[in-house]
């Protein structure tokens, strides 16, 4: 089944007795040649094992029930599918070979045996054959070529050759799906028509809430099996009925309880058939009975079809039992008093209408189903942009989302971008600003004023997409630094750093007009190449990490006790431009190198302002005088080796590292 429908219908576990309605399935058969473009519509059915209804050794479940009572429906299922088929395929396990309950079934089809099997006074169903339809026998299990002499064995029950297939691992898959398109007849006009509907509801709810007997009442027969045992129904079970002229498709889906008292994986399998029941379906039918109190199974439903955005109608099933009795507080309890018990138990689906019924005898079944497909219609209306702009800004403009930096909202763009669910898509300027909170807010607005009363919105909050003028702002540090795309959205790759870039002043330090050093600096360097002092040019290089010229004065000292005006701007170029002064201590060496006979020692220069030029002459004046004063200097240090005399280049060096500190600090506060 599973192979033919290229999807999980029917659960498949080793466990013999797993499947017992019927389980059905629309697919379209291709035809075997490719230049063939005719389609052929045809419904599958999977029906239960005959004779092997419960597993060995599981007779009773854990609660005691005896699994075998149901022997008597499922035999009747099988009865009914025989009836109405145009094609019967009897599945017989190649490996396996004949077995006696095989010989029961062929003989059984051969005379009719499953029709006498129907029960007394049961009317047959619409469409159904007279006559027994052709049987063909599929040897299954057929895994390779060694299988297929056993799978020959299997034309003796009289029914031709077998056709050949292994679904497990589609051995002679393409030759069975041709010979079943070959067999089966061509579907009318009509029949096409119908496989489409126009309606698809999911009934879900817990175990014996009613699933099944509801199920029965809309199709008018016993399309699935209802019992008092919990657990019966397995499979997610499609059943089609027509209503008002309407084709409507009820899914027919597996009681649940709370998943720590699964039993098996059939259990976990037919709760992954529930999931799959809600993904497809139009609306969401969830089942409650009124005769016991809201269980943590009902609320996680209750939160399954919450979380798949599709509209749904709780309905209270056994109503005619519950009516009349009273409640806690002794008072007759009412539909007014359930309601208010219903929105307090799940608050997940405060909006979504109550229907009162009774699947055993009818009440309401009918106007409920009228009240689904007005939830459709609800979730396929569309609302104008401009209504919905006028809207959005209004309501943004008399109460906006709040934010604790003071930010204020800013609404570009709002549209509906789809339906079922109605998505409304809004394009913002800060999308962090619109909490869950307020998302609820805008939510129970929509619903006040938009045709959105009883089903569910996906309302999506946006940044608009980076543009051009985008960029250029947010790296000049204004509104676009602070603009946020979503992930998979255009400009991903030029998001921000956070980092602001220099201006226009600042970039001026980099170009190569203060890199270069001039014609005094060459001069000032080659004369004082022996000491370790930087020159004018590198005093003007800017640092070479931009951070550094806007984070703060990491590498000075001291930074924050040091005040600047513009005042200090002409005295920093003064400053800039002074030689370095002698320092006090190298006095007294130079007095003791005088006092030895030499050349008489030249003058020191009187303090005042000198250039660059009368910068370079002093070395030369002292280098005349060291080589004047050159031994008795010796002399002199020989006689008192305890007190050394400093050198003078000891001296300037000393002197220009602290001229150098006090103007980088200068210069940098400038800049």
Not at 87 to 106: C, K, S, V, W, Y
Not at 450 to 479: H, S, W
């Amino acid at each position: 089944m599973n192979m033919i429908a290229k999807a999980k219908v029917s659960i498949v576990d080793p466990t013999p007795g797993v499947t017992r309605d019927r389980v059905s399935a629309i697919v379209e058969l291709e035809a075997p040649t490719k230049g063939e473009d005719e389609r052929k519509t045809i419904e599958f059915m999977d029906t239960g094992g005959f004779g092997v209804y419960v597993a060995e050794g599981g007779r009773y479940d854990e609660i005691g029930n005896d699994l075998a009572q149901l022997t008597g429906s499922i035999e009747f299922q099988i009865a009914k599918a025989v009836e109405g088929a145009d094609l019967i395929l009897f599945a017989i396990d190649a490996q396996a070979g004949i077995t006696p309950a095989d010989e029961q079934i062929a003989r059984m089809l051969r005379e009719g045996g499953f029709r006498k099997r129907l029960r007394a006074g049961e009317q047959p169903a619409p469409g159904a054959n007279k006559k027994t339809p052709p049987v063909r026998i599929v040897a299954t299990k057929v895994d390779g070529p060694r299988w297929e002499a056993h799978a020959a064995e299997l034309s003796a029950l009289g029914f031709g050759e077998p056709i050949m297939v292994s679904a497990k691992n589609n051995y002679m898959r393409r030759e069975f799906l041709d010979t079943v398109y070959s067999l089966v007849p061509k579907a009318s006009e009509e029949d096409s028509q119908q496989a489409r509907a126009d309606l698809m509801l999911a009934i879900i709810g817990k175990r014996n809430a009613g699933k099944s007997t509801l199920i029965n009442t809309l199709a008018g027969e016993q399309r699935v099996i209802a019992s008092e045992v919990p657990g019966t129904t397995r499979d997610a079970i499609d059943v089609r009925f027509e209503m008002d002229g309407r084709s409507v498709v009820a899914i027919d889906t597996a009681g649940l309880r709370r998943k720590r008292s699964f039993q098996n994986m059939i259990e976990e399998f037919a709760f992954d058939r529930v999931k799959r029941s809600v993904d497809r379906c139009d609306v969401v039918i969830l089942l409650v009975d009124a005769t016991e109190k809201i269980s943590q199974v009902d609320e996680q439903l209750a939160m399954l079809a919450q979380k798949s955005f599709k509209p749904c109608v709780i309905v209270v099933n056994k109503w005619d039992m519950a009516q009349g009795r009273r409640n806690d507080k002794g008072e007759i309890v009412t539909p007014k008093h359930f309601e208010t018990y219903i929105r307090n138990e799940l608050r997940g689906l405060w909006y979504a209408p109550i229907s009162f019924i009774s699947g055993a005898s009818g009440l309401n079944v009918r106007r409920t189903i009228d009240l689904a497909f007005e939830m459709v219609e609800q979730s396929r209306q569309r609302v104008t942009t401009g209504k919905l702009n006028r809207l959005v800004r209004t309501i943004i403009d008399e109460r906006g989302p709040a934010d604790l930096r003071g930010r204020f909202a800013k609404l570009f763009y709002v549209a509906q971008t789809g339906v079922e669910p109605p998505t409304i898509t809004m394009v913002v300027n800060h999308p962090e600003m619109f909490t869950s909170n307020y998302m609820r807010f805008l939510s129970n607005r929509f619903r006040e004023q938009l045709p959105f009363t009883e089903v569910p919105m996906r309302i999506v909050v946006r940044a608009r997409r980076q543009r051009e003028d985008d960029l250029v702002a947010a790296e000049e540090g204004g509104e676009g630094a602070t603009i946020r795309v979503a992930r998979g959205r255009k400009g991903v790759s030029e998001r921000l750093s956070g980092n602001l870039a220099l201006g226009e002043e600042d970039d001026r330090w980099l170009s190569d007009e203060f890199s270069v050093a001039g014609p005094s600096d060459v001069e000032g360097a080659e004369a004082g190449s022996d000491d370790d002092a930087p020159s004018a040019a590198d005093l003007r290089k800017p640092a070479k990490s931009r951070k550094s010229d806007h984070e703060g004065f990491d590498d000075v000292d001291d930074a924050g006790d040091m005040d600047f005006d513009d005042s200090d701007a002409g005295e920093l170029m003064d400053d800039f431009e002074k030689p370095a002064p002698r320092p006090a201590k190298s006095q007294p060496a130079a007095k003791k190198a005088a006092a030895a006979p030499a050349a008489p020692q030249p003058k020191p220069a009187p303090a005042k302002k000198a250039t660059s030029k009368k910068v370079a002459k002093k070395p030369a004046a002292e280098k005349a005088a060291s080589k004047a004063t050159k031994k008795p200097a010796a002399k002199v240090a020989e006689k008192t080796p305890k007190k050394p005399a400093p050198k003078k280049p000891v001296a300037k060096k000393a002197a220009s590292k602290k001229t150098n500190k006090k103007t980088s600090k200068k210069a940098t506060k400038k800049k």
